[in-house]
């Protein structure tokens, strides 16, 4: 069966960091992978697209690399603050082309 | 504004009851989604439209129905038959960018 995992486990870190996310696929052969950020009681926002042919892809504070060997999609925040605290779901499109979420990770930045 | 709306923000129901939660876009986008959300977990997809008079179920439709006469709209109906179905609800649509854009949600509880 199709899975999309990601870190269970909150990911705690200090303000000026860099924060690392993970998302680990089986079963999908994607032709791109997406992020989402999701704050508490509101619908997730989009941030970053990456296709099956870049191995990264780059946005302000945020990079994301995509290896379609090992199945993995790496997101970082670099120089981290407060207010990028929140969820960040990891998305790819199954064969029906809809969208399909991992469970996403949380993050908490500390001043 | 450009958006997806949905209504009611918090909805109740009671046992045997069916409810419906409104999802409105005026974006032109042709796609469009259902997904539940429960505590600590990540969006799992209910049903999806592609185009106008025809949808598709998704991982988890039953207890659930659907319509999509017009392309604005992609109302959910939770019927009697769901009986669990206390989650934070979530629409979305799509264009031709393939990100999504959410609405703000519907918090559906059991009286």
């Known amino acids: 069966s199709q899975k999309i995992e990601q870190n269970s486990e909150a990911l705690n870190i200090q303000e000026g960091k860099t924060a690392t996310l993970t998302c680990n696929y089986t079963?999908?052969?994607?032709?791109?992978l997406q992020w989402y950020r999701q704050d508490p009681g509101r619908g997730p926002v989009f941030l970053l697209l990456?296709?099956?042919?870049?191995k990264e892809k780059r946005k302000e504070r945020l990079k994301v690399t995509f290896d379609t060997t090992l199945k993995q999609s790496l997101f970082h925040i670099t120089a981290s603050q407060p207010a990028d605290s929140a969820t960040y779901l990891c998305a790819l499109v199954d064969s029906g082309y809809a969208l399909n979420f991992g469970k996403g990770t949380s993050l908490l930045v500390t001043p | 504004d450009g958006g997806i709306t949905q209504s009611p923000k918090y909805l109740f129901r009671k046992e045997g009851q069916n409810v419906t939660l409104s999802c409105e876009q005026n974006?032109?986008?042709?796609?469009m989604y259902w997904y539940r959300q429960d505590p600590g977990q990540g969006l799992r997809l209910i049903y999806y439209s592609q185009i106008v008079n025809d949808f598709q179920k998704g991982d988890i439709a039953e207890g659930y129905s659907v319509s999509r006469e017009k392309k604005e709209s992609f109302p959910l109906t939770v019927t009697s038959a769901q009986k669990n179905p206390t989650a934070f609800y979530l629409c979305?649509?799509?264009?031709?960018?393939?990100?999504?854009?959410f609405g703000s949600g519907t918090q559906l509880s059991v009286l």
């Open positions: 079963n999908y052969s994607p032709a791109y």
């Open positions: 979305a649509s799509t264009g031709y960018t393939e990100k999504l854009f």
């Open positions: 990456i296709r099956e042919n870049e």
């Open positions: 974006l032109n986008h042709d796609a």
